[in-house]
């Protein structure tokens, strides 16, 4: 069965089309790495399967059917924008507010909720946030309990937008496990959008890159090629492969380090 | 403005001391509760804002013969809500709420020139009269913090979640802007409580410093909730008591009070912080 599936959908904020005529089809259990460079849709792909953002023609199915917003369904761990800065709340009670939010009336928290809590926050390592305040939290600490925030209610689709970023290389790939784990065994099908390919080589089973309002899915054999990333950055793309690693390069420079490369083969798209 | 001039050690004997402590109490209580939502939201500076807007309202009302009370809830309870419909991403609303407060405040000034028999009553406006309270204003002030409780307590739940993680609230289909604007009402409804104790320059003092100072020593939600209350309770009644043996402004205990408060908890869990980080240092060696 398909978890998500689009048919020659526009979508776009604004007037603005971010994806255009887009097709593809990820299937149950997939570990998908969205990649793609800034602006490319990752973020507004996630929010329109949210339900946040309708496609403005062209079909998107979400579980077989048109996607609902306050899904229970889906666990979101959103690209984080907001934060307060002296947010004196603890773990425990940041995790709480998600649940049945959207709910009005006062907030409670039911001790097997509590404890639905403080077993998904040691199933990612993390159960001594529960009783930390978030302003004491370092960037990769607030991550995981996003993270951990994510996976409660046992979603089955799982949408993690840049969940890697403000964590520095050895939490990147304790975050990775972690997903992969907990994904594996529970069957949850992953959007794991990302700046880099190579850390998510031995996690992910398709990639899906974004780009110039384009979108391919397959696999890294048959995506992350000269050819296919050429046509879809409009710009000359050499791939190089050694060691285990893949290098998109595009005239000589590492386009998924350098980020204005990205924007330039944007912009050269378009030209054409 | 009233100065006591009684000389009984028994401040309850006076009825106006007892009708203060109950006002007192009845604002204390929401404006800690109320507070609370302010500080965790970093919107104390909009709170701020909402009671200079009020004063412009309650000198206007004077100036056409309402009652000032009225005058400063009409005017808090609109800019609230202006303030929550216009987007919560305006970067620098800091810059635009400073010009509308000021602007409220000449506003309020331009009032005062045009009705001067008015100008006794704003030092009170400004500073608070609470020795001036009557029966008729307590039940006033009881009445408004039971809708202002009431009101914030249907919201709570999606006002937390839309004031922690805005963007997962709004996936979950929490209606953000309303939450806000309701938010701001009722912001607007404590600070014109509020300010019949210890006036709209100094609405902090109850709103501000006892939330701040609770968040400080703890972080859970309701033990937060209840600290918040708790301390602003006991900061409007000692600054009673201390202002009926000393003679000093009532409003002026308060704030001493209230920083006194505040900066007393940030000492405290400063030891436990560097305590944490110690830990994390040797575990990570």
Excluded at chain 1, 208 to 224: D, I
Excluded at chain 2, 169 to 189: C, D, H, M, N, Q
Excluded at chain 2, 203 to 219: E, I, K, N, S
Aim: with cysteine.
């Amino acid at each position: 069965m398909n978890v998500v599936e689009l048919d020659r959908a526009t979508i776009g904020i604004a007037g603005h089309s971010v994806l255009s005529d887009v097709s593809f089809a990820i299937r149950a259990g997939e570990f998908i790495g969205v990649l793609g460079p800034n602006g490319a849709g990752k973020t507004t792909l996630m929010r329109a399967i949210l339900g946040l953002l309708p496609p403005s023609s062209g079909m998107l199915h979400v579980f077989g059917r048109a996607p609902q917003r306050g899904d229970r369904t889906i666990g979101y761990l959103p690209q984080v924008r907001t934060v307060l800065p002296d947010l004196r709340v603890r773990g425990l009670d940041f995790i709480a507010s998600s649940l049945d939010g959207e709910r009005w009336g006062l907030p409670s928290l039911a001790a097997a909720d509590r404890r639905m809590i403080e077993a998904t926050l040691d199933s990612v390592g993390a159960r001594d946030l529960a009783s930390r305040p978030l302003s004491d939290m370092s960037g990769g600490e607030r991550q995981r309990l996003l993270l951990a925030q994510a996976l409660i209610g046992s979603p089955k689709l799982l949408l993690l937008d840049e969940p890697l970023i403000s964590l520095d290389a050895r939490h990147q790939e304790v975050a990775i496990d972690v997903v992969r784990k907990v994904c594996r065994d529970r069957g949850i099908t992953v959007l794991f959008s990302a700046h880099e390919l190579n850390q998510l080589l031995g996690t992910l089973d398709r990639v899906l890159y974004l780009g110039s309002g384009q979108a391919v899915l397959g696999t890294v054999e048959e995506v992350v090629t000269a050819p296919v990333l050429s046509r879809l950055f409009g710009t000359d793309i050499s791939v190089v492969r050694a060691d285990d690693h893949i290098f998109v390069m595009s005239r000589g420079r590492d386009v998924e380090r350098v980020e204005h490369v990205h924007e330039h083969g944007h912009d050269h798209g378009h030209e054409h | 403005m009233v100065t006591i001039t009684a000389t009984s050690t028994d401040m309850f004997q006076y009825d106006f001391m007892n009708n203060a402590f109950a006002a007192a109490g009845i604002v204390a209580v929401v404006s800690g509760i109320v507070g609370y939502f302010l500080v965790m939201r970093g919107q104390t500076f909009a709170g701020h804002a909402l009671s200079h807007i009020g004063f412009a309202g309650a000198t206007g009302a004077g100036l056409i013969g309402l009652t000032p009370l009225w005058g400063l809830l009409g005017f808090t309870l609109a800019a609230g809500v202006v303030m929550g419909a216009l987007s919560e991403r305006i970067s620098n609303r800091d810059i635009a709420i400073g010009i509308v407060l000021s602007l409220a405040l000449g506003f309020g000034l331009l009032f005062l020139h045009y009705y001067t028999s008015f100008a006794t009553q704003a030092t009170a406006l400004l500073f608070g009269n609470v020795l001036a309270v009557d029966h008729e204003m307590i039940a006033t002030l009881a009445v408004l913090g039971a809708i202002t409780l009431l009101t914030l307590g249907a919201i709570m739940r999606p006002l937390i979640f839309a004031s922690l993680q805005p963007e997962l609230a709004e996936a979950k289909g929490v209606p953000l802007r309303f939450v806000s604007t309701a938010f701001l009402a009722i912001v607007a409804l404590a600070v014109s409580e509020c300010a019949q104790i210890v006036g709209v320059l100094l609405v902090f003092t109850l709103m501000v410093g006892p939330p701040a100072a609770a968040q400080r020593v703890t972080t859970g939600l309701w033990s937060g909730l209840t600290l918040a209350a708790a301390l602003a309770l006991a900061e409007a009644w000692l600054g009673l008591t201390i202002a009926y043996y000393t003679d000093w402004p009532v409003s002026f205990c308060i704030a001493v009070l209230s920083a006194a408060g505040y900066f007393a908890c940030l000492g405290l869990p400063t030891l436990r912080t560097r305590r944490s980080q110690d830990d994390r240092a040797n575990q990570s060696a």
